[in-house]
């Protein structure tokens, strides 16, 4: 079945740095999409991205869809504290009406003031 | 913003007791999922339901689990008899449709089988 793999599982990093993880599927997504989730929460929607070779920027994130649409990235600039949590990115499977989410296996983010 | 709500947020049981566990949609959402987080795993897809019945449902969804809409309004997902490995965090998902792909997620219900 498909596989939605995530790297790194875990990165440490000081406040202010940069973070980046990296996402990759077996096959080839119609979209992907991310999540985050803080410790002890739900999966909270990022943001979505659909075109081949898409970016996109919110405030201090910045999202990629690869060129062939099987991976993503998202990078966070100077992180902070509040950036802290799970992130996972997440690709639909379409079938009937299903559109269930096949979730990546995620990077937890610890940021030490 | 509307939210998906589920009760109860924590629930502890003994293995081989039935548990349901109970989802209130976003209002005007039609399609709606099951997913599983075993402590420090990933997202696991369970069940997804559309108009009053299942569309697709994962291996982990035997015959151990079902869902149902009794009253149009609570989404519930039933385990029969609870294992031990059945202990993890269920979520209830919701989605507009109409085009639209993006799943809420409620705070989630932790099951603890004992």
């Known amino acids: 079945g498909q596989q939605v793999m995530q790297i790194p599982q875990y990165q440490h990093v000081q406040e202010g740095e940069d973070f980046t993880t990296y996402c990759n599927s077996s096959?080839?997504?119609?979209?992907i999409q991310w999540y985050k989730q803080r410790p002890g929460g739900h999966p909270v929607f990022l943001i979505q991205l659909v075109k081949s070779g898409e970016v996109k920027k919110q405030k201090r994130l910045t999202f990629q869809f690869g060129e062939a649409k099987k991976n993503s990235s998202l990078h966070i600039t100077a992180t902070q504290t509040t950036d802290v949590g799970t992130y996972f990115c997440a690709g639909p499977i379409y079938g009937g009406a299903t559109n269930k989410l096949i979730f990546g296996t995620g990077t937890l983010l610890a940021v030490q003031p | 913003e509307p939210e998906v709500t589920q009760t109860p947020s924590h629930q502890v049981t003994q293995m081989g007791q039935e548990v349901i566990l109970r989802c209130v949609p976003i209002s005007n959402h039609l399609y709606f999922y099951w997913y599983r987080q075993i402590l420090g795993q990933k997202v696991e897809f369970l069940v997804s339901?559309?108009?009053?019945?299942?569309?697709?449902k994962s291996e982990i969804f035997d015959d151990q689990f079902s869902v149902e809409r009794p009253d149009g309004s609570n989404f519930t997902l039933k385990i029969r008899s609870t294992k031990l490995e059945d202990s993890a965090m269920y979520f209830c998902?919701?989605?507009?449709?109409?085009?639209?792909?993006?799943?809420?997620f409620g705070p989630g219900t932790r099951l603890t089988v004992l």
């Open positions: 998902a919701t989605r507009q449709g109409g085009g639209t792909d993006t799943q809420y």
């Open positions: 096959t080839t997504l119609s979209n």
């Open positions: 339901f559309y108009n009053n019945e299942i569309s697709e």
